[in-house]
């Protein structure tokens, strides 16, 4: 979770779970998980916008996502009114280049393509009428949900976006690029991404890749009858003052 002063604290699934059926009410909840893929995010994104033309695509109460399914699932969390610019995102040609090699640089590099082009790709479609829409969303209960993988400790680090977007004031856009950019960073493919942290035992920056480098999909997740031994999410970073653990 985050202060007013925008230091994070780490928060137990249980709290996650509490806080969606809490604000939820007595609703029953529904859960998208989007999983990894590559190229082939561009199936997911063509799924969710045949569900809009059928009349069957429903309003998620949680949308989780990892590696391209992270990309997607702003989209998917937001609804049909936002299939345009998800449509554009895969046609529009602007993820051509998106492989560039470092060339003789990836002897001394983490990478063999270079990570900008991503960064600039996922910067150009998070604008600031996105950030409040999900942040709109998120605070009628709604949950958004993204995994990193922690390059350092192996450890799955889950983020939720809605309260990022809700609270993470003038850095909300940078932090919500650099989470869904590392979690579609496929280790060795792209360089980690480095991830300011600002918490009770100070400042420092933690490297970040796909989060399918420790789970494949956030499936189960949060509202599930096992959140008491759920084995995945160990560690849930959060962008709210407002919960308790």
């Known amino acids: 979770m985050l202060g007013a002063d925008h230091r994070f604290a780490a928060v137990s699934i249980q709290s996650v779970a ?17 999983s990894g893929g590559g190229a082939d995010g561009a199936f997911g994104a063509g799924a969710l916008v045949g569900l809009t033309n059928a009349g069957a695509r429903p309003q998620f ?3 989780t996502g ?10 998917a969390f937001l ?6 610019q998800l449509t554009d995102a895969y046609t529009s040609g602007r993820a051509e280049h998106l492989l560039q090699p470092r060339g003789l640089g990836v002897i001394f590099d983490s990478s063999v393509y270079r990570g900008r082009p991503l960064e600039e790709l996922v910067d150009h479609y998070l604008s600031d ?10 605070a009628s209960g709604r949950l958004l949900l ?6 350092d400790t192996g450890e799955t680090v889950i983020w939720d976006l809605g309260s990022i977007a809700m609270n993470g004031g003038p850095s909300a856009k940078a932090l919500l690029r650099d989470v869904l950019v590392a979690s579609a960073s496929v280790p060795g493919m792209f360089p980690p991404v480095i991830i300011r942290v600002q918490d009770a035992g100070g400042d420092y920056s933690e490297a970040h890749v796909d989060g399918t480098a420790t789970v494949p999909s956030l499936f189960h997740l949060p509202c ?9 999410a160990r560690q849930l970073r959060f962008m709210s003052s407002s919960m308790d653990d």
Do not use: F, M
Not at 18 to 33: M, N, Q, V
Not at 66 to 75: C, E, F, I, K, W
Not at 146 to 151: F, L, Y
Not at 224 to 232: A, D, K, Q, R, V
């Open 18 to 34: 509490r806080r969606a059926r809490t604000l939820r009410g007595g609703e029953p909840i529904s859960i998208l998980a989007l």
């Open 61 to 63: 109460s949680v949308v």
């Open 66 to 75: 990892v590696s391209a399914g992270a990309l997607l699932a702003p989209y």
């Open 79 to 84: 609804g049909p009114e936002w299939d345009k």
């Open 129 to 138: 009428q996105l950030i409040h829409a999900v942040a709109r969303e998120a």
């Open 146 to 151: 993204v995994a990193t993988t922690n390059v």
């Open 224 to 232: 599930c009858s096992c959140l008491e031994t759920y084995p995945i």
